[in-house]
């Protein structure tokens, strides 16, 4: 590998590592409200708002982050971007209340909101189209690795509290999980520092003799005056244009693009990928498989997504966009109606020999003693009502461990089966298209606008899932989730363009003309 390329490849890591932070904490308060909950004595819904709430303030820095840096620049928001990452860890690890948390995590979720807008549009404006896909597939690949460290950070948590190790505590081992965070942010704020400013940025704001240096040491001076020449002829036919306001994006030449864009956008969220993630240890329990075993469950889940990502990224400048995408979407909608149909035959009875060992609850669970339950909602709110929410929270974990009975292989295979089908195409490929499919001059608002409502829907299916799991079961809830996924796919499969080996010029004039 070449010098340039070597250093093209190391700016768009770094550039990424936004993204690895995000990973980090969604993954992270999976294990984390396995002991916050209890502590604060949370109900469905504030369980829903303390995971979600990044996701709302995560849907502002999104509106505002793209036309903000188009401002003042992809570096400067990048760098305070890593500093409220630094800031909410360690305002989240020493959380003295509910509200304290919550808001602690909205500043992640400012940070991680503008941190994924702002990656994409900087690395497709360093990439040559030859190598642009998979240098912005970088960005879901730091995800995945986020969500990997976290999970793999949570089980050796979880296993030192288990093993009565050290200080840790239930009561304070959720604070270290949340600490953590704070060193890979500051490597990489530290790390910022040493990537150049966008060089397409640089020229349209004036500044053309910056860029060529920039683009001379990415790219070499041969590709280096392709670009060059590509970016001078959008910023000549773009000076007679008028200022960019959101509404233009609305205009009937852009209509289609941003049809796109949004339907991806959504259905990346309401397929239900961050309810898996978010929730991990909380869906493994639901198997009846035991916390400790849920918690390393979470660790082959997120190893799995590292692995499928690895592969997406190594084919998606040579299969194409459209290929992964409609794959991949079909294998989700069948993974998830896998996962519905194994929890509807699950079946649910506490035997007394299994109560016995419960020795703390041994009393108010035995006049549950010998029932069989072939629904989780009726099964749940009957143990809540003999222990209440706080009690029955806190033993979740063992209760559902000692009553369920279902084949837990096959939720298994197929949580692993929508993870690996999401890791190759709404994952990697959604972020890839949106930095292609704008023209240059809408770039930033039209992927801030997209991020925006693809923020709110991961809101809304982050903060409804407990409330969902405990009103509609497991097994509608993945029923939901498979169905859409479905619809989604017989959408995709009529409107999806392919954009592989164009440059965002052509692209430009082939969707917008």
């Not at 890591?13 to 294990?31: K, R, Y």
């Not at 994952?427 to 949106?434: A, E, I, K, R, T």
């Amino acid at each position: 590998m070449k010098n340039n390329q070597r250093k093209t490849l190391f700016v768009a890591f770094v550039v990424s590592l936004g993204g690895f932070l995000f990973g980090f904490d969604a993954g992270i308060i999976s294990g984390v409200m396995t002991y916050a909950t209890p502590e604060f004595n949370l109900e469905e819904l504030q369980v829903g708002w303390v995971v979600s709430s990044p996701s709302f303030s995560a849907m502002v820095a999104m509106l505002i982050a793209g036309r903000l840096s188009d401002v003042i620049g992809r570096k400067k928001i990048l760098i305070w971007v890593a500093i409220s990452y630094a800031l909410s860890a360690l305002l989240s690890a020493y959380a003295i209340s509910y509200t304290m948390l919550y808001l602690a995590r909205m500043l992640g979720g400012f940070a991680f909101g503008a941190a994924l807008i702002l990656a994409p549009i900087y690395i497709a404006e360093i990439s040559a189209a030859k190598n642009r896909g998979r240098l912005v597939s970088i960005q879901q690949l730091n995800i995945v690795l986020g969500f990997f460290a976290a999970f793999l950070s949570n089980y050796y948590f979880n296993e030192a509290l288990t093993n009565a190790s050290g200080f840790l505590t239930s009561d304070n081992v959720w604070r270290w999980m949340l600490g953590v965070e704070f060193f890979p942010a500051l490597l990489y704020l530290i790390l910022l520092f040493f990537v150049p400013k966008s060089p397409r940025w640089l020229a349209t704001n004036g500044r053309l003799p910056e860029a060529k240096v920039i683009l001379n040491e990415l790219h070499g001076p041969e590709n280096a005056k392709i670009e060059i020449d590509a970016i001078e002829k959008s910023i000549s036919e773009d000076r007679n244009k008028e200022k960019v306001k959101i509404l233009a994006l609305f205009k009937p030449a852009l209509r289609f693009t941003l049809f796109v864009g949004l339907t991806i956008g959504i259905l990346q969220q309401i397929t239900g990928i961050n309810a898996i993630y978010f929730y991990a240890t909380s869906i493994f329990k639901q198997t009846g498989i035991g916390t400790d075993a849920a918690f390393a469950q979470g660790v082959l889940l997120s190893f799995t997504t590292v692995v499928v990502t690895l592969l997406a990224m190594n084919f998606i400048d040579r299969i194409g966009r459209r290929p992964l995408m409609n794959y991949g979407m079909g294998g989700i909608a069948i993974s998830l109606l896998l996962c519905a149909y194994g929890f509807s035959q699950a079946t649910y009875q506490l035997k007394p020999a299994a109560i016995a060992k419960m020795q703390t609850i041994e009393a108010d669970l035995l006049p549950l003693a010998d029932i069989k339950y072939t629904n989780d909602v009726a099964f749940k709110n009957a143990v809540k009502a003999r222990l209440g929410n706080q009690r029955y929270t806190e033993n979740e974990g063992t209760i559902l461990e000692a009553a369920t009975t279902i084949n837990a292989t096959l939720v298994l295979i197929g949580i692993l089966g929508f993870i690996a089908c999401f890791a190759f195409s709404l994952g990697p490929v959604m972020w890839v298209m949106l930095s292609e499919l704008f023209p240059n001059k809408y770039r930033g608002l039209a992927i801030g606008f997209v991020g925006f409502v693809n923020s709110l829907a991961s809101s809304l299916v982050q903060l409804i899932f407990p409330w969902e799991l405990s009103n509609f079961g497991n097994a509608i809830s993945f029923l939901i989730f498979g169905l859409i996924a479905l619809i989604g796919f017989f959408v995709l499969l009529k409107v999806l363009p392919e954009t592989k080996g164009k440059s965002l010029e052509q692209i430009e004039a082939d969707l917008v003309g």
